[in-house]
T-cell receptor
């Protein structure tokens, strides 16, 4: 059983739709992350939360809106996306933000924007 | 700036062969951490190992072994007697503690796709 879960696993949406990705971690961690993985590109860090507070926004367009109601849950709200936003979106968590802390990843949501 | 280079984009081997995945890193910090992750077709990144910059001992875990060499800034990963289930994309990653005391974000290489054929 994985410590980090993500739903849905697959999502197809039109450019005018609004949808949300959900991440939940069962590891008792304090930090959570959103990453984007596109074909042929390295993983891109999008957002970082520590104790529910956003500590990093890596110049992500406003059509991506994160929400962290508590240390165990992280959402990514999507609206008016573009086809180039199609990618695998990965959530991760770590004990804290210390460099030594290992990040544990969920299975990802594969998003297709039509 | 921190950087991780995985020069091998794709590797294909036959089952039972040994295979080494290369990772070269760049950082100006003296305290840093190196990681390897495995990403099978299902998509999840599976943590394999973490190594800090002060521990150059090589590590072996079953068929997996890691060779950390600060002199060449490399952290290579070897799979002995490869199996079909080892087929995946493998990522090397780096983070560090800066001299100002903060942590640098985790930087990933582009990954090496390993295919093990029966």
């Amino acid at each position: 059983e994985t410590g980090v879960t993500q739903t849905p696993r697959h999502l197809v949406m039109g450019m005018t739709n609004k949808k949300s990705l959900k991440c939940e971690q069962h590891l008792g961690h304090n930090a959570m992350y959103w990453y984007k993985q596109s074909a042929k590109k390295p993983l891109e860090l999008m957002f970082v939360y520590n104790f529910k507070e956003q500590t990093e926004n890596n110049s992500v367009p406003s059509r991506f809106s994160p929400e962290c109601p508590n240390s165990s849950h992280l959402f990514l709200h999507l609206h008016t996306l573009q086809p180039e936003d199609s990618a695998l979106y990965l959530c991760a968590s770590s004990q804290d933000l210390a460099g030594a802390d290992t990040q544990y990843f969920g299975p990802g949501t594969r998003l297709t924007v039509l | 700036a921190q950087k991780v280079t995985q020069a091998q984009t794709e590797i294909s081997v036959v089952e039972k062969e040994d295979v080494t995945l290369d990772c070269v890193y760049e950082t100006r910090d003296t305290t840093y951490y190196l990681f390897w992750y495995k990403q099978p077709p299902s998509g999840e990144l599976v943590f394999l190992i973490r190594r800090n910059s002060f521990d150059e001992q090589n590590e072996i875990s079953g068929r997996y072994s890691w060779n950390f060499q600060k002199s060449t800034s490399s952290f290579n990963f070897t799979i002995t007697a490869s199996q079909v289930v080892d087929s995946a994309v493998y990522f090397c990653a780096l983070t560090s503690l800066s001299t100002q005391g903060g942590s640098e974000k985790l930087v990933f290489g582009k990954g090496t796709k390993l295919t093990v054929n029966p």
